[in-house]
């Protein structure tokens, strides 16, 4: 039986650090049903010219769109709900919007630019793309679940964000927060610690929408000091791999050696290739 790719980087010790999504602007989507495909946007019960338009606009504008849901059954929605979302450092921000016609995705003003109305509650995007990779549906679902219980009006199920090898796995917004391999029992208590304020630095792969070397020396600069804290960690500069940060002992320069670990499957059934570590 062949081993999935979350059990192998588990066996490995490969590093959760620095595996956070490159986006930094969101669209989340609300549709509710299955999602058939590699890319839920264009394999879901979203009409499939709508999501290519969606797709090609947000492409433009530079966004990354996800389709989120409460549930895979389908349902008859006379609303839905979209979030934009700018997970940029200084000012991170939430918007949310109603609609009545998902059509009307294409009318939302997508520029970067301030929040018109910035919503007051984090969303929490469990992945559970299993038609991407299975150890998102085997593990994020329980997640899911157990986030639900715990936060039912701000957890939501999202469609592939990457690093399926570290499953489960959510974002937290308005930071862009990425945990990885994260049991369905401690969801909760991540979610509440970063509700007070505190990071589960365990389950910290980086903070979406920075680059390789600001994610990377942020966890492994956080690991060393333990620092916990959201707004504990600031990164000033970024120089090839030396990271200018700013911390409670002060400024600090952090020097990073990035290397290529034994070569494994990202995902369930790929050939193996070589990953970074840092």
Request: neutral net charge; glycine residues 8%.
């Amino acid at each position: 039986m062949t081993t999935s790719c979350s059990v192998l980087g588990e066996r490995l010790g490969e590093d959760l650090a620095a595996s956070a999504p490159k986006a930094r602007r969101f669209l989340l989507l609300e549709q509710p049903g299955p999602w058939s495909g590699r890319n839920a946007v264009t394999h879901s019960d979203l009409d499939v010219g709508l999501g290519r338009e969606l797709l090609a606009a947000a492409d433009e504008a530079g966004i990354k769109v996800h389709l989120i849901r409460r549930s895979p059954r389908r349902a008859a929605l006379d609303t839905r709900v979209c979030f934009l979302a700018d997970t940029r450092r200084d000012a991170p921000w939430v918007e949310r919007h109603v609609l009545r016609d998902p059509r009307e995705v294409l009318a939302l003003d997508m520029s970067e630019r301030e929040p018109e109305v910035a919503w007051e509650e984090p969303v929490y995007a469990v992945c559970t793309h299993g038609k991407r990779d299975p150890c998102c549906a085997r593990r994020g679902r329980p997640l899911a679940r157990a986030l639900r219980a715990a936060r039912p009006d701000q957890t939501w199920e999202i469609g592939h964000i990457g690093g399926h090898r570290f499953a489960a796995t959510f974002l937290a917004f308005p930071h862009g927060l990425a945990f990885g391999r994260v049991p369905a029992a401690a969801g909760p208590g991540i979610v509440a610690g970063l509700e007070a304020g505190s990071i589960a630095l365990e389950h910290l792969r980086g903070r979406a929408g920075e680059g390789w070397a600001a994610q990377a020396a942020e966890v492994l600069v956080r690991r060393r000091l333990d620092l916990r804290g959201v707004d504990d960690v600031v990164v000033e500069g970024v120089d090839d791999a030396v990271v200018t940060l700013r911390t409670p002992a002060g400024r600090l320069r952090a020097v990073l050696a990035r290397r290529e670990a034994e070569p494994r499957p990202v995902s369930c059934g790929d050939e193996p290739e070589a990953v970074p570590a840092y």
